[in-house]
Each structure stands twice: as structure tokens, then as C-alpha cells.
């Protein structure tokens, strides 16, 4: 089970400043979607130039031109791009072949799909590297989670890794892990934190222990 740490409410030095501090206990950095929408490419381009030897993901959430947008992406040092399971299956389709072509890989974004075992299927067979339940900010203002749909995917996922992303922290940690993701993806229950180094460790640990 890998860790991802999620950026998505920091500016570029700012990104730069919180990887030196948890850099240890982490396998994956996100750019994410705020700060690329507000700042672009370059967010990812100096981030991987800081941190060469960190796998660098590019939360870019395509829906549509995927395969010019994945290429852009990977150009600017994204190792892994991520499209919506929503959209359509010739985008997919576009996406997984040229992150192929550069040696990427997808992350399959499930925020908002409704039928996620039915949609979760159709994505592994289209070649999806990663399939990754989320509930994103505005549904976990309202409480919501991604658990089950996290047991829902591994049931039916055979070739994809599995990821969870949405407010995770130390405290929800052990549910997520109990359904055994490839990949456990946390911002805020670390970025938020008055010492997080001492968070991304403690998260780190008890993935560790698995
Ligand atoms: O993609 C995102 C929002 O759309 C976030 O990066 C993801 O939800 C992880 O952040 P957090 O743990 O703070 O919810």
C-alpha cells in the first residue's frame, strides 16, 4: 500500500517547502486540480524538478481531449495523469494509450460516477492503471465517504491498482485499510496539520503495518 500526498491548497514554494518536510514518508506527490487550474503546468514542472525521484501525479481531472491533455502533462513531469470515470470511453481509451506512449500512467478519478461497480469494470477493462474512489470536498462537507465504494471496486477490479482519496485521516485510516487500496491519498489530514512531518510519519506507520 503506497501514500500519496495531496497539494491542492498551496502555492508553488509553498508545495515545494511541505514535500522537504514529509518527504520520507511519502511514495507520491499530487499537484492538485486548485493549484493547477490556478497556476498551470508549471506547478507539476517545478515540482518534479525539486523532487526528480519523487513520483509526481498531475490532478488534472481530464473529460475530454485526453490524449493531448495527457501529453502535455506528462511533458511538464507528471509520471501519473488522471482523467474522470465519467467520461467517455474513447477519452479513456485516449489517455491510457498516450500515457503508454510516454511511459505514464492513468489514475481513473470515480468522483461523481453513480454506478461505480458497473463503471469500475468497463475501466480496468480499458486498460486504467489506477481506479480511485473519491469523495471530493463538497460531499464531505455533507459527511459523506468513500468506504464502501472502496469495497465495492476491489470486488470487481481485477488488472487496475486500487486508490481512495477524500478526506482521510490518521483517525479513518484503519477502514481504509482494512479493504487493502494500492494507494491511500491524503491532503488535508496531513497539509493541515501543525507538525506534518509527525502526521505523514504517523499515517505512514500504520499503513505500513498494513
Ligand atoms: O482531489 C482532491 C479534491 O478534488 C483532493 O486532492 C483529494 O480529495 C485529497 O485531499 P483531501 O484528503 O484533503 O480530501
Not at 502555492?11 to 490556478?38: H, R, Y
Not at 478519478?109 to 453513480?114: F, N, R, S, Y
Not at 461505480?116 to 462537507?141: N, P, S
Request: proline fraction near 2%; aromatic fraction near 2%; hydrophobic fraction near 45%.
Amino acid at each position: 500500500m503506497k501514500l500519496q500526498l495531496a497539494l491542492d491548497l498551496v502555492n508553488i514554494p509553498e508545495a515545494i517547502e511541505l514535500v522537504a518536510e514529509v518527504q520520507e514518508s511519502i511514495d507520491i506527490v499530487e499537484v492538485g486540480t486548485p493549484i493547477i487550474n490556478s497556476l498551470g503546468h508549471a506547478a507539476v514542472r517545478e515540482v518534479k524538478k525539486a523532487y526528480p525521484n519523487l513520483t509526481v501525479l498531475a490532478d488534472v481531472k481530464i473529460m475530454d481531449a485526453a490524449g493531448y491533455e495527457v501529453e502535455q502533462a506528462s511533458a511538464a513531469g507528471a509520471d501519473i495523469v488522471t482523467i474522470l470515470g465519467a467520461a467517455e470511453d474513447s477519452s479513456i481509451r485516449g489517455a491510457v494509450e498516450a500515457a503508454k506512449k510516454a511511459g505514464k500512467e492513468i489514475l481513473v478519478d470515480m468522483i461523481a460516477v453513480k454506478d461505480i461497480e458497473t463503471r469500475a469494470k468497463e475501466l480496468d477493462q480499458l486498460g486504467a492503471d489506477y481506479i480511485c474512489v473519491h469523495t471530493g470536498y463538497d460531499l464531505q462537507a455533507e459527511g459523506k465517504d468513500s468506504f464502501e465504494d472502496l469495497r465495492k471496486i476491489k470486488a470487481v477490479v481485477k488488472n487496475a491498482k486500487t486508490a481512495i482519496a477524500g478526506g482521510i485521516k490518521l483517525e479513518t485510516l484503519p477502514e481504509v485499510i482494512k479493504a487493502q487500496p494500492d494507494l491511500v491519498i491524503v491532503g488535508g489530514g496531513i497539509t493541515s496539520k501543525e507538525d506534518k512531518k509527525a502526521a505523514a510519519q504517523a499515517i505512514k506507520a500504520l499503513i505500513n503495518q498494513g
